[in-house]
């Protein structure tokens, strides 16, 4: 029982790093894409 009960939160805790590392790389993925978006439209507006 207090095993089960150590185990519990440390697979919930590497399950939500994980999950949330998961999130930061799409996320850092879409702002990249973002600001490509508005430097290459920022450089054709400057021309």
């Known amino acids: 029982m207090g095993q089960c009960a150590n ?16 999130i930061l790389s799409i996320n850092l993925k879409l702002v990249m894409q973002i600001y490509e978006k508005y430097i290459v439209s920022g450089i054709y507006c400057r021309k």
């Open 7 to 22: 185990t519990i939160p440390w697979i919930v805790n590497y399950a939500l790093t994980a999950f949330s590392l998961i």
